[in-house]
Structures are given as C-alpha cells and as structure tokens.
C-alpha cells in the first residue's frame, strides 16, 4: 500500500485477519484460505485514519473508528467482497455524540464480549457504550482527564473494562457499578507520560500497557488504589512525542508510587499509538510480551525476566501495531512504510529467532 498500515489483527480464532490503512481502506484475509481477500471495505466519515477495528466475537461484523464521532459497522459475512461505504453495502453509523458536539474522535473500540455492545475510547476523555440491540448510546463516563486512547475488557465475563489515558493512568471499571457509582473501581500509576495501548492478559487479574515514557508495564488491579495521588510533575522540559525525540533526562526518572510488577524497555513510542500485547496462550503459554516500535521493528520481551528476546527488523518506518496468530507460528507487522508483513517461525512455542539467526524466519509481504 502508499499509505500508513495503523492497523493489524487476528481473529479470536485466527481464521481472518485485518488490516487497516490510513487512506480509508480496511482489508480482511481469510488465513484459512491461502490469505484469500475476504473484504476490501472502503471507510466512511474518514478523519484522519482508521484508529482501530473489531471483530465481533461470531466473526460476522466489523466495527471502525475513525477521529469522528460515528463508528461504522460492516457485515463481513455478506457475499460482496468489495465493501463500498452505502454504495455497494451499508455502514450503519453508530453515533456516540450525546448532542450536535462532533469535535471529538475515538482512538480504540471494541466489542463486548458477548456482540451485544460497544465500547470505545475518546479523545474528549471519555469512555461510551453503545448498545447494538436497542441502537442507541446507552452510557457515556467522563473517565479521564485526558485522551483515552485505550479499552478493553478484563475478561470473558466482559464484567471489568481497562482504560488507558493521556492523563498517564490506567484505570479499571466494573459495568456492574457504572450508573451506581460513575467512578473507576481502581486507578493503576507508574507511568511518566501518556498511556498509548492495553491488552489484557484475558484472566481479570493482570493486564498491559504501553506509553510514552518508552515502556511497557505489567499491573495486577489487585494492587490499585481508589484514587491517584495528588500534585505530582515530572517534567522540566517541553516535549512532544508527536515530532519530537524523548529527552534523555528524562530516561531515569522513576514515579514515587510506582504501583506496576515489571517494566520492560527498549522499543521507541513516538510519533502514534504503539500497540503492545501478550503472546498466544496455546503457542507460548503467554511467556512473551511483543510491541512495535518507531524505529521499524517489532521487540519480543521475556514476560518473567522482562528480557529482550528478540528484535524483528524489517521495516522502513514505524511499526504501529503487530499481531501473533493464536494458533500458528507465524507473526504479522504492519507499518508506515506501508508494508503488512509476516513472520513465521519454529513452532515449538518459542519466540521467533534472535537476530544472528535471522535467516530462519521467513518474511512475506501482502501489500
């Protein structure tokens, strides 16, 4: 593709995978098949880019977000493969924006776990529900103070949703206790800068996040507190992630009440909202936590020792999101060189080779 890949996915079950560009396109393969073009969808109301995409857990639908307030559904099960936003198929909008505000954008989405609802993260620091069955919006919470730029759930019970936000905080919410009390259940601190990305370790109980401060950090919500502590500042610079570097003085400074179990460093988080995850539970046990980077390469990290396992280098620019495939020993890069590439290695739950073995791991690209 000319255009920046933001986005690529697995499938729960790994039998699709989604890519998504910011030049309105979203590609969906069917891995089964030989990585057969399954859906070429065209994106409606493009701001900016695709930010992000989920799959419902049939595999039947797709939700986009782009920076508006209006998230697309596509049926990704329908015979057309061509997708064409209410010209070859209809893109119903579902509209997030409690009145006339359109000034917002939504930089993560994802459906709950049973397909029912939507949940998504906002740059007017907000986090909304969609309900699909009723059609409407049925919650909105102002939960940061900042952009949040990350949800996603705890757990299959889809109970507890995550959220990561610019405001350098993870916070955790119960659905059950959303209209009660209109307050997090618990706030995680130890970033320095804003939080880009969470994935969560699907167990209710440990959890991800990458940030700006150039780390990633594992949680266990059994260690947040009801609140964050008051009047803390790190900075004595000025510093913009978006076109500038991360300044050096900055590299050692630790947070006072640093509540995370392990940090892991060594990627660069600069420019967009780098993605970071676990490694498959079938293939690997979870024992590997991997992330783009703005220097074109996906880091592989040891989830115990916070080791770099491996680098992956292929890529010309910044690598924005990576996924593993749940069953199989292969990983897919996407980047904004403009390349979707994949990595397949030794399938013996190891993480792929490191460098000086690199002539092991085979590369394809799609695009």
Known sequence: MATRAYVSQFSADGSLFIAAFQGSHIRVYNVE?????????????????????????DQRHLVYATMSTIVHIVDVGSAATESFANITEIHDGLLL??????????????????GREVVAGSSDDAIYVYDLEANKLSLR?????????????ADESGHLIYSG????????????????????AGVLMGHLEGITFLDSRGDGRYFISNSKDQSIKLWD???????????IWFRNYEWDYRWMDY??????????????????????????????????????????????????????YDLVSGAQVT???????????????????????????????KWEFPGN???????????????????
């Open 141 to 153: 919470i102002s939960a940061h103070d900042s952009d949040v730029n990350s949800v996603c759930f």
């Open 33 to 57: 098949r030989g990585w057969k073009v399954h859906k070429n969808i065209f994106a409606k109301s493009l701001r900016w880019t695709v930010t992000d995409t989920s799959l419902s857990p």
């Open 349 to 367: 739950g190891e993480a792929p080779l490191p460098p000086k073995r690199k002539q092991q791991i085979r590369r394809r690209h799609f695009f």
């Open 311 to 341: 680098k992956l280098e292929h890529h010309r620019s910044t690598v924005r999101d990576c996924s593993w495939h749940p069953n199989y020993p292969m990983l897919v890069s996407s980047s904004w060189d403009g390349d979707v590439v």
């Open 247 to 300: 300044p050096p003085q900055a590299s050692n400074v630790k947070h006072p009440y640093d509540q995370s179990i392990a940090t892991y460093k060594g990627h660069s988080v600069l420019r967009t909202l780098i993605r970071c995850y676990f490694s498959p539970e079938y293939s690997t046990g979870q024992r590997y936590i991997y992330t783009g980077s703005h220097d074109g390469c996906v880091y592989i």
């Open 165 to 184: 936000s610019d405001d350098n905080l993870c916070k955790v919410w119960d659905r059950r206790c959303f209209r009660a009390k209109e307050k997090p």
């Open 97 to 114: 924006s409690t009145d006339d505000d359109d000034s917002f954008g939504i930089f993560s989405v994802k459906f709950s776990t049973e």
């Open 221 to 231: 919500i059994r260690k947040m507190s009801p609140h964050p502590a008051r009047n």
